[in-house]
T-cell receptor
Framework: SQQGEEDPQALSIQEGENATMNCSYKTSINNLQWYRQNSGRGLVHLILIRSNEREKHSGRLRVTLDTSKKSSSLLITASRAADTASYFCATDGGGSEKLVFGKGTKLTVNP | DTAVSQTPKYLVTQMGNDKSIKCEQNLGHDTMYWYKQDSKKFLKIMFSYNNKELIINETVPNRFSPKSPDKAHLNLHINSLELGDSAVYFC????????????FGPGTRLTVL
């Protein structure tokens, strides 16, 4: 069954605002990853957070992981129009060979 | 240099035809994947190969046959195409499977008429 479920499904904000997307999953994991997909393109890796980590930063991105609640959040600070894309979380299902992706959050940043 | 490349980018064909999509990665990765993304953007793994050996075969009709001639290539052949096969197919690669970042190709948009 599908592991990650992103929330909200769609998010529209103004440039300069922060965007927060959430991901919930069902089983134990070794790591959780966030990817971005621009329209008509392939997915691009953003951040990988391991199950023993609680927070990770990369530039304007901040990812948190709460394994007790089986949830993660992706925060994009000071958003830009170029951040407009779909964002997916993916989990490894606790050591399975595959990543399972959620349905994604479609983020629109209005200039 | 493109890390993961796929050809063709677009494929329009009639129902019942056989078609192939090619994928190549120049990252030196051991593991390669095929994913299918449907019209609702849901991305689902189809196959995974590690060093030319099949390690994941999800519930995919056997009209779909992956072939890995070497570690850098993973091709997807589809027989007797059906309307429901219309989707975007992504190839990806990673160093060590689900522990690592996956690098995606640009996708092949398949339309079956």
């Amino acid at each position: 069954s599908q592991q990650g479920e992103e929330d909200p499904q769609a998010l529209s904000i103004q440039e300069g605002e922060n965007a927060t997307m959430n991901c919930s999953y069902k089983t134990s994991i070794n790591n959780l990853q966030w990817y971005r997909q621009n329209s008509g393109r392939g997915l691009v890796h953003l951040i990988l957070i391991r199950s023993n980590e609680r927070e990770k930063h990369s530039g304007r991105l901040r990812v948190t992981l709460d394994t007790s609640k089986k949830s993660s959040s992706l925060l994009i600070t000071a958003s830009r129009a170029a951040d407009t894309a779909s964002y997916f979380c993916a989990t490894d299902g606790g050591g399975s060979e595959k990543l399972v992706f959620g349905k994604g959050t479609k983020l629109t940043v209005n200039p | 240099d493109t890390a993961v490349s796929q050809t063709p980018k677009y494929l329009v064909t009639q129902m019942g035809n056989d078609k192939s999509i090619k994928c190549e990665q120049n990252l030196g990765h051991d593991t390669m994947y095929w994913y299918k993304q449907d019209s609702k953007k849901f991305l689902k793994i189809m196959f995974s190969y590690n060093n030319k050996e099949l390690i994941i075969n999800e519930t995919v009709p056997n009209r779909f046959s992956p072939k890995s001639p070497d570690k850098a290539h993973l091709n997807l052949h589809i027989n007797s195409l059906e309307l429901g096969d219309s989707a975007v197919y992504f190839c990806a690669s990673s160093h060590r499977g689900s522990e690592d970042t996956q690098y995606f190709g640009p996708g092949t948009r398949l339309t079956v008429l």
